[in-house]
């Protein structure tokens, strides 16, 4: 017979069950086309000075730390996919594990964090399996999470100035973080009373934000090809911003995890306890204003869910603190609401836990077996369509059988100066200057991350008009999602 004392731990042990299936499924996924782009580029770093000038391909860019460990995990495990992404997602479990501190006086703490885990599973899983640096800037807010705890228990600045210094060359957007965090010092600072100590602690904190601003310098030398060639990363107007950046976050958080923060981040702020989970729901609200408007004056151009999915970790730690703090309080209102967040979070792990059950894997494009296909296939010409190209090197590493085919590329994969208005323009021309290589009998073109069925981007219809445009026609002869060959029939007289 259980006894109630194992039942926490029965469910912290079922919860990192699911967790770790869900995680696993998530490291099966193919490498899509802006995985395969940095991956070009980080294989082609040679020497060391290589690692801290931008990136030469693909218009990609990367911190240097993340830089490094793709390279070495790349030195282990060649180009095999599972086993580079379980090493991110190893990295990542080793970052996160202190947050189990944070949750240990709590009897269901670590139960109700890994449900949280579970029901965010395909944003927060997707990007901590992911050959890209967003695992290091989701971890690094766990850590300062976590800086912040320490601080609170021993009533120590040194953990979230020295964390602030620390994180800063592990990613991008983590910047906002460790600016965050020296503030967050120094108002610890300005508190305490004054001893002989004062004037070190001041001392520490002003060598940690000098970390920090040559940190930010660094990173912005990194960025300087990627953020300036792309248009969409920039808005004429405050509503259009903020339209870019409602749409990012919904996609980073999902609705259930939006709802259940919501709720918890506004019944904080009429808290009376002002003890650890006020000041982060405090700290993780300075963050979100910084973005906010980051986002309208332009410094800050957050514009896909990647961009701030590093904002989630605080949401899910204050969802689940809220959770365990709510349900235990004597006051029936605020004991109810917590047992309510607790419902919707139960339901939003267990559908995320159906989803695993039932086979559900989350792919951008399903590039693993459309790449093998084509290895099985006979010697043939494709030409290929532009944002295919960083796809199809990548596995052409992978599988050396795909080295049997004879491609026509004309994507241009240096990292250049661009100018960002005209990038679609230039895909068109690409477009156009690729089926100029058609050879004169019917030809298949190798298609990859679009649909041309349910294209929105505009990008897939610029294929189907140059086809229409030269009076062809084509047909799909092998579809899997987001990529398909298709057979293209032209008549003598086509036009050039």
């Not at 997707?126 to 967003?134: A, D, G, Q, R």
């Not at 060598?207 to 969409?232: E, H, P, R, W």
Request: net charge positive.
């Amino acid at each position: 017979m259980l006894k109630s004392s194992n039942l926490p731990r029965i469910a912290t042990l079922l919860c990192l069950v699911m967790l770790a299936c869900l995680f696993l499924t998530l490291a099966t996924r193919s490498v899509w086309v802006d995985e395969a782009m940095l991956l070009k580029a980080v294989m082609e770093l040679k020497t060391p000075v290589d690692f801290f000038q931008p990136l030469a391909y693909y218009d990609q860019a990367e911190p240097l730390l993340a830089s490094v460990f793709f390279k070495a995990m790349i030195s282990l495990f060649h180009y095999n996919i599972e086993p580079l992404r379980l090493a991110v997602l190893a990295a990542s479990c080793l970052l996160i594990a202190p947050m189990f501190l944070v949750f240990k006086d709590y009897r269901w703490g670590a139960a109700v964090f890994l449900l949280a885990l579970i029901g965010h599973g395909f944003s927060t899983g997707l990007y901590l399996t992911e050959l890209k640096h967003y695992f290091l800037e989701i971890c690094v807010s766990f850590l300062a999470i976590f800086a912040i705890w320490k601080a609170q228990q021993q009533n120590n600045l040194y953990w979230p100035v020295g964390m602030a210094a620390v994180v800063s060359v592990m990613g991008f957007s983590t910047l906002i973080v460790s600016g965050g965090l020296l503030i967050y010092g120094f108002v610890m600072w300005l508190t305490l009373p004054r001893d002989e100590r004062t004037l070190r602690k001041l001392s520490v904190m002003f060598i940690c934000g000098v970390v920090v601003a040559a940190a930010y310098l660094f990173m912005k030398s990194l960025t300087i090809y990627q953020l300036g060639n792309y248009d969409d990363y920039f808005a004429s107007s405050a509503l259009g911003a903020l339209a870019i950046l409602q749409k990012a976050v919904l996609g980073a958080y999902g609705k259930a995890l939006l709802l259940i923060s919501g709720i918890a981040n506004v019944a904080l702020l009429f808290s009376k306890n002002r003890g650890f989970l006020f000041k982060l729901n405090l700290f993780f609200l300075g963050l979100v204003t910084v973005v906010v408007i980051g986002r309208i004056v332009g410094f800050y151009p957050a514009t896909y869910s990647r961009h701030v999915i590093w904002l989630v970790p605080f949401s899910l730690v204050i969802a689940s603190y809220a959770i365990l703090e709510f349900t235990a309080n004597p006051i029936k209102t605020v004991r109810g609401l917590g047992w309510a967040l607790l419902v919707v979070l139960s339901l939003q792990a267990g559908k995320i836990g159906l989803y695993e059950l039932k086979g559900f894997n989350y792919e951008y494009v399903d590039n693993n077996d459309f790449y093998r296909h084509i290895a099985e296939m006979a010697p043939t010409q494709f030409l290929v369509y532009p944002d295919a190209q960083p796809s199809l090197e990548y596995y052409a590493l992978l599988d050396p059988r795909l080295n049997k085919h004879q491609y026509v590329r004309v994507y241009d994969e240096l990292t250049q100066k661009r100018n960002a208005t005209l990038g679609f323009a230039d895909f068109q021309n690409d477009v156009v200057q690729l089926l100029r290589h058609r050879p004169a009998t019917d030809f298949s073109v190798l298609v990859s991350h679009i649909n041309l069925d349910t294209d929105i981007t505009g990008r897939g219809k610029v294929l189907e008009a140059e086809i229409s445009r030269l009076n062809c026609t084509y047909t799909s002869y092998f579809y899997v999602y987001n990529a398909q060959l298709i057979r293209v029939h032209c008549p003598m007289d086509a036009q050039l």
